[in-house]
Each structure stands twice: as structure tokens, then as C-alpha cells.
């Protein structure tokens, strides 16, 4: 996708689906620490070279749950993700009919901590891929290199 290249940890199914909806909707914080447990050796591994960038929550989403669901998954893992993109997004993508209107709602807010770096942007569920695409388009032109990673995807069949 653009030019990047992404890696699907899981497909979002069955108790992959049901522990992310119960983490971030449930707000049952101490499942942060289950959701990449069988990634941690890999994530930290790679936290060693490149940055880790999450994918922004509106900040509607943040309040309502309480946390930021994403850099609370990496702060469990002792990966400190570096705080460099904005969602302005009103409104929630996935009740939005169109899913597009996000392209311009993803901006970087600083480069400082990310230019010329090697950066991975983490995010928990891809469904359409308009969200990751916005934050490739903010990120990519700051980066040395860019990759994502995403937890589980709703499309992509492993």
C-alpha cells in the first residue's frame, strides 16, 4: 500500500475480534498485555532499530474510553512509540459513509523525533485501509524508511 510494505499479525476473527472489542470498547485495560504477548520478542527486537508510531484515535474515542488504546499495547512491551500524528476527524470512520473523508483528517504534528528515521506505524484493526493510507501520506515524506505493522486486518485472509 503506497509503496509500503505492511504485516497482518492476525486475521480479525473469532477471539482475536472478541479481545480487541473487549480492550478497546470493553475497556478492559488488562488485556493490553495479552494482545501482543506472542509478538513481544519480535516487536522489541525491531524497537532496537526503528521508531514505533501509532495510529492516532479521535480524540472523542480517547476520552470516551479513558486511554489510548495503541500506546498502551507497546508501553506493556516497554516500546515507548514516539506521539507525532493527529486525528481531526469529528466524526467515527467506520459509522461515515464516506470512509475516505479521513485522507485529510490524519496530520503530523511534529517531524522532529521522526525525520530521516526508520519508522514502524502500529494499528490495531485494518478494515478499509483509508486510515493507514493517511498516515503513510502524512508520515512517508518525514521517514527514511516506513513500514506498518497492524494487529488484525478484516480483509486479508492469512
Not at 26 to 44: E, H, Q, T
Not at 101 to 109: C, E, F, G, M, P
Not at 142 to 149: A, S
Amino acid at each position: 500500500m503506497e509503496g509500503v510494505k505492511i504485516t497482518f499479525l492476525y486475521q480479525y476473527e473469532d477471539k482475536v475480534r472478541e479481545t480487541l472489542l473487549r480492550y478497546k470498547e470493553g475497556r478492559d485495560k488488562y488485556l493490553a498485555r495479552c494482545i501482543l504477548w506472542d509478538y513481544r520478542f519480535y516487536l522489541k527486537l525491531l524497537s532496537k532499530r526503528w521508531k514505533f508510531v501509532c495510529v492516532p484515535s479521535r480524540n472523542e474515542s480517547r476520552r470516551k474510553r479513558g486511554f489510548d488504546h495503541l500506546p498502551l499495547l507497546l508501553d506493556c512491551l516497554g516500546i515507548e512509540p514516539i506521539d507525532v500524528l493527529i486525528n481531526l476527524a469529528e466524526n467515527d470512520q467506520t459509522q461515515s459513509k464516506d470512509r475516505t473523508a479521513i485522507l485529510k483528517n490524519i496530520i503530523v504534528k511534529s517531524t522532529e523525533e521522526i525525520e530521516n528515521c526508520k519508522v514502524i506505524l502500529l494499528d490495531d484493526i485494518s478494515t478499509s485501509g483509508n486510515t493507514i493510507t493517511a498516515c503513510i501520506r502524512a508520515l512517508k515524506p518525514h521517514t527514511k524508511k516506513l513500514r506498518v505493522i497492524v494487529i488484525a486486518s478484516a480483509n486479508i485472509k492469512h
